[in-house]
Each structure stands twice: as structure tokens, then as C-alpha cells.
């Protein structure tokens, strides 16, 4: 079965660098969301989107800024990066019809900033 | 804010010893409750889930009840085994409106089993 696809799987970029992760959802979810998730810490959730607009909106710095596409994939670009950027950043996807919450995830972008 | 509650770890077990790892949350409605495990260098991967009070979810010989008087949802497995050796997490899913179910995570509970 598809899963959710997220891109680069690794990056690593200079501080005050730009970055953009890519994240394509399970065929026919219609809800993406972001989260960062920290060394050791527990995953974080930014922003997320469903059907192509903003629904909600965590702790994400004003650095950083995401959208979804007519092809329901979902950019995040993080702009000015700063140390304590590095992280996991994970992609997951549901559908919201089904009313159970659950997520879908995918296995990360691995950002490392320099 | 809703929120989540896990049991510290780390937690080493032998193998074929019983393991509970805690989890108690609060949510102003009716939440969603979820295990996920997440293994060295992947993603993370729902191991079980429970919709509404006194559910039971399962999977993999792993187990939590939904609790709402206690407001818990502990996961318990009768024997784990090596390849347990992961981080849970607990996490709810408290839905706002439509198309708006992010999760809240617990801080995790990484677990070791040693032969």
C-alpha cells in the first residue's frame, strides 16, 4: 500500500541557509500536517492543511512557512535557519471523512544545521 | 490545552517479562487515544487505538483500554520480546472540527529488551 512519501530524507545546510521539504500524502487524504520532533523530545506539531487550506497552526516560527498543492502534495520551507532547527521533520496524512484521528506518518526529513 | 501524560523512561525489561508503560491525558472533549512506536532511525508507526471510552485496542500481542474515569489509556504487553525494543509514544486526537485532528504526543517512553 502507499505510504507517505517525504523528501529529502537527509539535508544539511548552513545557518541562515533556506530549506524546503517535500511531503506527498497517502492517494485521496485530504489532511496533511507537519510536526518537528527535537533529539529526544516528542514530535511537535507545526501547521497543518486540509483540502488546500491552513486548519490549524502550532508552534512554528514565523521563519518557516508551508502550503499544500492542487495535487495535495506539501511544502515546508524553513527560511534564515538557525542551530536548533535540526530535527526530524515528519509529514503525516489522513483522511478527515474517516472521523478517528488517525494519522498517517512518514519516516522524516532529517535536517542538520550547521 | 489538551494534554498528555507518559511514564518516564528509560525502561529495560529481560525478555518475556510483562510490560505497562503509563499514559494519562487531558481533553476538554472525547478524544481519540493512540500508541505509536517508533524504531531506531524510522518514522512513527501506529501500534493501537481506541475511539471512545472502554474500547480496548490491540496489535501485535500489545494492548490499552480507554479509561475515562482514570482518564488512561496504559499500554501493557504479557511478554515482549528483543525486537519490542522501540519509543512508544501516547498521543490523543481531541478533533476540533473537520479536517482538523492533529495529535498531542506524550514525551515518549523508550523501551529496551535485553536477551
Known amino acids: 500500500a502507499a505510504g507517505v512519501i517525504q523528501s529529502p530524507r537527509h539535508l544539511i545546510k548552513e545557518k541562515r541557509e533556506t530549506a524546503t521539504l517535500k511531503c506527498y500524502p497517502i492517494?485521496?487524504?485530504?489532511?496533511v500536517y507537519w510536526y518537528q520532533q527535537g533529539p529526544g523530545q516528542d514530535p511537535q506539531f507545526l501547521i497543518s492543511f486540509y483540502e488546500k487550506m491552513q486548519s490549524d497552526k502550532g508552534s512554528i516560527p514565523d521563519r518557516f512557512s508551508a502550503q499544500q498543492f492542487s495535487d495535495y502534495h506539501s511544502e515546508l520551507n524553513m527560511s534564515s535557519l538557525e542551530l536548533g532547527d535540526s530535527a526530524l521533520y515528519f509529514c503525516?496524512?489522513?483522511?478527515?471523512?474517516?472521523?478517528?484521528?488517525?494519522?498517517?506518518f512518514g519516516e522524516g526529513s532529517r535536517l542538520t544545521v550547521l | 490545552g489538551d494534554s498528555v501524560t507518559q511514564m518516564e523512561g528509560p525502561v529495560t525489561l529481560s525478555e518475556e517479562a510483562f510490560l505497562t508503560i503509563n499514559c494519562t491525558y487531558t481533553?476538554?472533549?472525547?478524544?481519540?487515544l493512540f500508541w505509536y512506536v517508533q524504531y531506531p532511525g524510522e518514522g512513527l508507526q501506529l501500534l493501537l487505538k481506541a475511539t471512545k471510552a472502554d474500547d480496548k485496542g490491540s496489535n501485535k500481542g500489545f494492548e490499552a483500554t480507554y479509561r475515562k474515569e482514570t482518564t488512561s489509556f496504559h499500554l501493557e504487553k504479557g511478554s515482549v520480546q528483543v525486537s519490542d525494543s522501540a519509543v512508544y509514544f501516547c498521543?490523543?486526537?481531541?478533533?476540533?472540527?473537520?479536517?482538523?485532528?492533529?495529535?498531542?504526543f506524550g514525551t515518549g517512553t523508550r523501551l529496551t529488551i535485553i536477551p
Open positions: 492517494p485521496r487524504h485530504d489532511t
Open positions: 481533553a476538554t472533549g472525547y478524544p481519540s
Open positions: 498521543a490523543l486526537s481531541d478533533r476540533v472540527n473537520f479536517g482538523n485532528e492533529k495529535l498531542t
Open positions: 503525516a496524512s489522513s483522511l478527515s471523512v474517516q472521523g478517528l484521528g488517525e494519522l498517517f
